[in-house]
């Protein structure tokens, strides 16, 4: 009790501030999960102290248990220290050791050495291969395990050899107006449909429109009224509803504009501020900034202006000028200078500095001005351009505003018959076609003609006329495979025979002495050498020494494997993949687990006069219909519907009893038999899985919704 009270406070404190990073809740695997685990939130409720074997206390979430070193599940396998669980095993996170000059490999311990070969051989695929091709006779050549003739099957002129045929230069062609498909010359035309029609989109479409009843037109596929929608008086129509024929109206001292209601004076400007339209902004007219040193100066004559020093005037053309007589001396920062005419040798001329403008104003033209928001009388607001009534412009009676047009609040109507389709009344009567002829939604099509191909080569296919014919070859050719191939076949000299594109001589290729031709190499029969104590394995030196583990683990063929196998906490077993409780899952009395529900033995039980029917109580006798009518298919063929005894109802099939299925307190009709209404339990910590309750390898993810305030962080850890 002692240990247990003072420790409450700190666990809280503990969990709002570390348990996120700390609650290190599994070790890592060597297979990483892939599925998303959801979170399950916990409070301060949650955390309780948790004691290792040595005595070691920390604060852990219920269901967790402090191993010396983390929170982890119950459900957790353990392995021992610097070991890891994979495919049921506990395994070293290091791989095995072999002897010195060697590393552990896939076919055990590899000597960093690799397997000698003789001088002027090379190590191939396990064998030592010399550094030379193999040869063939003069005039021959090497290809493959096989000596072929450099000189290739002859063919006659324009033709090549190839697979043991001359297949001509030229590909086949097509005459005039056919196109290659294939192996085939195909041309396509348009299917005929006789007189007084047109093929189109697989039909043969009439010459001869569809026709409306007086007063209408056909117009996209449609009969159009040749009125247009009526208005009420006052109102006419717009192309798409009813308007006022004079725009909406302004109080006498406000101008319609835009939609809105503005006053007839513009906005008014603070004092020294002018209105300016264009921009729709008070502006008021400040002077620019020049340097320390410099004053403002501005030339009315050629609208100029610039910074020019203090003692000097500004003249035109941008040029800050004193008259100083030749004799003495300009003063600092200017100097003597004749430009032109205008300024002779008796003038300084100074240095013109352009002018800013001072914060919260903008340079126009060649002035500064500051930006003032305008005023509007009390009935109006400016909204960025103009002052505009609060109250929208009004309109007459049976209208409201919309945009800048006065609408009616009755929409547009169309003649009996007929509806408003976008600016027409169109008519619910289908467009009429002549006789032989049938309107397909578009237009007239002929019942009497069916598309033809005019070509009796022609075949129609896919709504067009296709003709096919074989491709041309040149002459002494055949059509063969799409290719032109000759009648006569390659033929090779000096005893050679064909063998696809070349001619192959009688010998194979040959190699110095002491080797061999192996895959198209000359091998040595000498075998390639390995220090003492390992052996040749394809290209590599394998050690005769078995990988070692250290003391305490065991080498299996391919991983440090601990001689202490997987345990789990508490009562759970260890299956070769998980820890599983040996606690069945819990149902409640008079039933049991079937490794899905909790099924009871007492069946579902249906009132006197029914049967049970999967989850529904079925009478036995047959619905009742009224006199002259018959039930028939779930209904009786009449209009009054079918009757069912008291406390029974009719569910479109049958009578159904209003009284369900009975079944013992806690659990439901299911089918024929009754199960709990709450599922089968498991100790805590543990789940169901199939008939067991077990503990996942993966854990869940906490998430505590908790902030302690902050006297609670000065709470002592003593």
């Keep these: 009790m002692y240990l247990f009270k003072p420790l409450l406070p700190i666990c809280a404190l503990y969990a709002a501030a570390v348990l ?72 070293l996170g290091v791989p095995p050791s072999c002897p010195p000059g060697a590393t552990f490999g896939d076919e055990g311990c590899v000597s960093e050495q690799k397997p000698a070969c003789p001088d002027d051989t090379t190590l191939v695929n396990g064998s030592c291969a010399s550094t030379k091709l193999p040869t063939c006779a003069e005039g021959s050549k090497v290809d493959g395990d096989s000596c072929v003739s450099r000189a290739p099957p002859v063919c006659p002129v324009g033709f090549t050899a190839k697979d043991h045929l001359c297949v001509s230069a030229s590909p086949p062609t097509c005459e005039a107006g056919f196109e290659r498909t294939g192996n085939l010359c195909v041309q396509f035309t348009q299917p005929s449909c006789g007189n007084n029609a047109e093929f189109v989109d697989g039909e043969c479409i009439s010459s001869k429109t569809p026709s409306c009843s007086t007063g209408f037109d056909f117009q996209n596929q449609v009969c159009v009224s040749l009125s247009p929608p009526s208005c009420n008086a006052g109102f006419k129509f717009d ?8 725009p909406p109206f302004c109080p006498p001292d406000a101008v319609l504009e835009g939609g809105v209601c503005r006053g007839e004076d513009d906005p008014s400007c603070p004092e020294n501020s002018v209105w300016e339209a264009k921009s729709g902004t008070c502006q008021t007219k400040v002077d620019p900034i020049c340097p320390e040193g410099y004053h403002f100066a501005r030339d009315e ?40 005419h205008e300024f002779t040798e008796d003038h300084c001329m100074g240095r013109t500095l352009e002018p800013t403008c001072p914060p919260g104003s903008n340079l126009n033209g060649n002035d500064c001005y500051r930006v003032e928001k305008p005023d509007c009388r009390p009935d109006a607001a400016f909204n960025g351009k103009m002052c505009v009534l609060v109250d929208p412009p009004n309109c007459p009676d049976q209208s409201t505003l919309s945009g800048s047009k006065c609408i009616s609040t009755i929409p547009p109507q169309c003649p009996s018959g007929t509806s408003m389709n ?44 296709v003709i096919s014919k074989a491709p041309q070859c040149p002459e002494l050719s055949t059509l063969n495979k799409g290719e032109c191939v000759s009648s006569t076949l390659p033929v090779c000299q000096n005893g050679t025979v064909v063998s696809g594109d070349n001619c192959l001589t009688n010998t194979q290729p040959q190699c110095p002495d002491g080797f061999t031709l192996k895959d198209r190499v000359c091998v040595s029969s000498i075998v390639p050498s390995c220090p003492s104590n390992s052996t040749l394995v394809k290209d590599s030196c394998i050690s005769k020494e078995r990988p070692f583990c250290p003391p305490g683990a065991a080498f299996d063929g391919r991983v440090c494997v601990s001689l202490t196998p997987p345990s789990c906490h508490g009562d759970l077993l260890f299956d070769g993949k998980k820890c599983v409780s040996t606690i069945s899952p819990q149902c409640p009395s008079n039933s049991t687990y079937d490794c899905k529900t909790c099924v009871f033995s007492q069946p579902p039980v249906c009132p006197l006069g029914t049967i049970q029917d999967g989850d529904k109580c079925l009478g036995t006798a047959p619905p009742k219909c009224p006199e002259g009518t018959t039930f028939n298919k779930g209904v009786c063929v009449s209009i009054t519907p079918p009757q069912c005894d008291e406390g029974m109802t009719f569910d479109g099939k049958a009578c159904v009893s209003t009284a369900v299925p009975k079944c013992p307190d806690g659990s439901r009709p299911k089918g024929l038999i009754c199960v709990g209404t709450e599922g089968p339990k498991c100790p805590p910590g543990t789940r169901i899985e199939g008939c067991r309750c077990v503990r996942d390898v993966i854990p869940e993810c906490f998430d505590i919704q908790f902030c302690p305030p902050p006297e609670r962080l000065a709470l002592p850890f003593s």
């Design 422 to 465: 976008g600016k027409n009344c169109v008519s619910s009567e289908t467009p009429v076609c002549p006789d032989g002829t049938r309107f397909n939604g578009k237009a007239c099509v002929s019942t009497a003609e069916k598309p033809f191909c005019a070509d009796a080569a022609s075949v129609f296919s896919n709504n067009t006329c």
């Design 301 to 340: 004559a050629t609208k100029t202006s610039g910074c020019c020093p203090l003692w000097v005037g500004f003249r035109g053309n941008g040029r800050c000028v004193e008259y100083m007589e030749a004799s003495k001396p300009c003063r600092a920062g200017t100097e003597r200078h004749a430009i032109d």
């Design 20 to 91: 996120s990073s700390e609650v290190a809740l599994s070790r890592p695997q060597l297979a990483q999960p892939t599925a998303i685990f959801p979170i399950r939130r916990i409070s301060l409720d949650d955390i309780v102290p948790s004691k290792d074997a040595a005595g070691n206390v920390k604060c852990c979430p219920i269901g967790t248990y402090f191993d010396g070193s983390a929170c982890v599940f119950p459900s957790t396998v353990l392995c021992p220290a610097g070991t890891e669980l994979f495919e049921g095993k506990c395994v």
């Design 239 to 246: 192309g798409t509803t009813c308007i006022t024929s004079e």
